[in-house]
């Protein structure tokens, strides 16, 4: 699986737009990227996911580079619950190499007032 | 509501004592997951099971071991030979499909007393 770089930490004003990048340098033609946030003390929880194009739900929106080496999660209004460590995952879809996901250290995003 | 449920919340342990950390999932997934997480850190990867009676080891499973007797349950026993037990434990559950969207517990607090 491709390796990700992310800033250890970044703040953020509460209501305007929060940024976090991710640099996958390596990843492969068949390698998605993920993202899930970790609130303190609780289970990481999933955000999206993409392949190249753009994705955008509910949470978040998810911003690829055309080639592919990194990736912007996108909070379109930051509240004070976002708070959160964000981790990005690069990972083959094969069933093959099973489902193994690998989290680094993140980024540690605090939204303040 | 289907998810996964992990007890209990918080676990003491005199050392040289084996504790059994227990995951539940209602979610019919074929997957199950346990992480470790030391404070400040990333998830480390312990045990995966894909299907029922069958498991692999993890990055990080010397002194832990788990059963996969039943599709909802995967419990982790952690053994006296674990050097340094206390840590945050997850678990998680995906479809046993090409992308892994993963569902985590809420976790167990285990501290060696």
């Known amino acids: 699986d491709a390796k990700t770089t992310q800033p250890p930490s970044m703040d953020c004003a509460e209501g305007r737009a929060a940024n976090l990048p991710c640099n996958h340098s390596t990843i492969s033609g068949n390698e998605y990227v993920y993202w899930y946030r970790q609130i303190h003390s609780q289970g990481p929880q999933y955000i999206i996911h993409?392949?190249?194009n753009n994705e955008t739900n509910e949470m978040a929106s998810l911003i690829i580079t055309e080639d592919r080496k990194s990736s912007t999660l996108i909070l379109p209004h930051a509240t004070l619950r976002d708070t959160a460590v964000y981790y990005c995952i690069v990972r083959v879809a094969i069933k093959a190499a099973g489902n193994k996901l690998t989290f680094g250290g993140g980024t540690r995003v605090l939204v303040k007032p | 509501d289907g998810g996964i449920t992990q007890s209990p919340k918080y676990l003491f342990r005199k050392e040289g004592q084996n504790v059994t950390l227990s995951c539940e999932q209602n979610?019919?997934?074929?997957?199950m997951y346990w992480y470790r997480q030391d404070p400040g850190q990333g998830l480390r990867l312990i045990y995966y099971s894909q299907i029922v009676n069958d498991f692999q080891k993890g990055d990080i499973a010397e002194g832990y071991s788990v059963s996969r007797e039943k599709k909802e349950s995967f419990p982790l026993t952690v053994t006296s030979a674990q050097k340094n037990p206390t840590a945050f434990y997850l678990c998680a559950s995906s479809f046993r499909t090409e992308l892994p969207g993963y569902t985590f517990g809420s976790g167990t607090r285990l501290t060696v007393v």
């Open positions: 979610l019919n997934h074929d997957a």
């Open positions: 993409g392949l190249k």
